[in-house]
């Protein structure tokens, strides 16, 4: 069974840091790979999404990266705003069963002014 | 503009009390599904759905009810709810294979 992991389960950060978030899974055995970012009491918002052929994404300030047989992929983010302060979530859906996708539990990061 | 809307968004009911949350969305996907979201315990898939008529189990089936007779409505039933289904439910859907999820902006369900 899947399993993925979200370390640290919390952060803060001063603003203008660069930051990495980390997620790590057991079965690297996966279609692709999607980070969500998720605000109090808020539906997620789709953040970046790897295929499981890629290496990285980018959108912005915004970086993240896969390695599949390790099992890992980071969330990295440039000069970090009060605006990111948010929960982050990484989820990875597998080969065998497209419908299905495994969450990790987040980690919630804040950007202090 | 593509969303995904759930209704309703608060929901207070008593234990046994019928219920039905829905979702549409309006992006034609063939995927949808629904999760709900605990502390400590993260997101975890309720029912999915691949198409119209489709349908199989998520990871948390037990006490929950889903039908895809349209393409862009995806309702979860509840039919005798209990307590430990209170909860912050989602529904997501998206295009068949590799693609980014969309989701809706929560429903938040207390069953005293």
């Known amino acids: 069974k899947q399993e993925v992991t979200q370390i640290p389960a919390a952060l803060s950060v001063p603003e203008g840091e660069n930051l990495v978030l980390n997620c790590s899974f057991t079965?690297?055995?996966?279609?692709?790979l999607q980070w969500f970012r998720q605000d109090p009491g808020k539906g997620l918002t789709s953040l970046l999404l790897i295929q499981s052929s890629q290496r990285e994404q980018t959108s912005g300030r915004l970086n993240a990266s896969l390695d599949k047989s390790s099992g890992r992929s980071t969330l990295y983010i440039a000069a970090s705003q009060p605006g990111d302060s948010a929960t982050y979530l990484c989820a990875v859906r597998p080969n065998t069963n497209a419908g299905k996708s495994t969450f990790g539990d987040g980690t919630t990061l804040t950007v202090k002014p | 503009e593509a969303q995904v809307t759930q209704n309703p968004r608060y929901l207070i009911t008593v234990t046994g009390k019928k219920l039905t949350v829905t979702c549409s969305q309006n992006m034609n996907h063939e995927y949808m599904s629904w999760y709900r979201q605990d502390p400590g315990l993260g997101l975890r898939q309720i029912y999915y759905s691949m198409n119209v008529e489709v349908t199989d189990k998520g990871d948390v089936p037990e006490g929950y009810k889903v039908s895809r007779k349209e393409k862009r409505n995806f309702p979860l039933i509840l039919e005798s709810p209990s307590p430990n289904q209170t909860s912050l439910y989602f529904c997501?859907?998206?295009?068949?294979?590799?693609?980014?999820?969309?989701f809706g902006q929560g429903t938040r369900l207390t069953v005293v």
């Open positions: 079965d690297s055995a996966i279609y692709n």
């Open positions: 997501a859907s998206r295009y068949p294979g590799g693609t980014e999820a969309f």
